[in-house]
């Protein structure tokens, strides 16, 4: 199971949180959110994917964070049509594109992405673009029948582990894990993270 972790800030934070072997590293590039990355690290991972996090934000700006921040992945959290996840894939990027779940979701509004997305993320559905820290029903997700991966976000903590493990589905990728591994708005408690990480990778095989 990939494992990302998103709202990474601090370098030394960062260098730590490479350390336990994950696959992503979310930095957002969204000014209303309190992990907002408003100027680059003195360090950037090197062993695992990077991902900027984008809400709304133009084709200019998308691509200067990625050259700047040398982006893997773009994850788009806002209202972005399929016809700008198509131009960002058209400047060979990889594209994650972020959808609010909550009840009676209409999955006609991920299936009009099929092509365009290289993974779904899966969030719980919240008043303001990004996350709230809270989990959706997962159920819902019995619904989801398209053939794009996705990764599962929203209120995953380190007493969720379970519930994150008895979670089956054959287009789940993986997790995203954000605010409730955190002491302070990105910061990662390193400690927490390193256990369920590796609690989740063995349990999982």
């Known amino acids: 199971m990939l494992v990302k972790v998103c709202g990474m800030r601090e370098a030394e934070n960062i260098h730590a949180i ?20 408003k100027e680059k690290p003195d360090y950037l991972p090197v062993h695992c994917q990077r991902v900027g996090v984008f809400v709304n934000a133009s084709k200019a700006e998308i691509l200067n964070r990625t050259k700047d921040f040398d982006l893997d992945f773009v994850q788009l959290h806002g209202d972005e049509s399929p016809e700008q ?35 779904f993320l899966f969030d719980t559905a919240c008043p303001s673009y990004g996350g709230s820290g809270r989990r959706f029903d997962w159920k819902i997700l019995k619904d989801y029948s398209d053939d794009t991966p996705f990764l599962l976000s929203g ?51």
């Open 18 to 37: 490479e350390s336990l072997k994950i696959d992503f590293m979310g930095f957002i590039f969204y000014p209303k959110s309190p992990r907002y990355v």
């Open 85 to 119: 996840c198509a131009a960002l894939k058209a400047e060979g990027l990889q594209v994650i594109k972020a959808f609010p779940i909550g009840q009676d979701y209409d999955w006609k509004n991920t299936c009009i992405y099929k092509g365009v997305a290289d993974y």
């Open 155 to 205: 209120g995953i903590r380190p007493e969720r582990l379970n519930d994150v493990l008895a979670f089956h589905h054959p287009m789940l990728a993986g997790i995203d894990l954000n605010s409730g591994f955190e002491t302070s708005p990105g910061m990662k408690d390193v400690s927490l993270l390193n256990e369920f990480v590796n609690n989740l990778k063995k349990e999982s095989l």
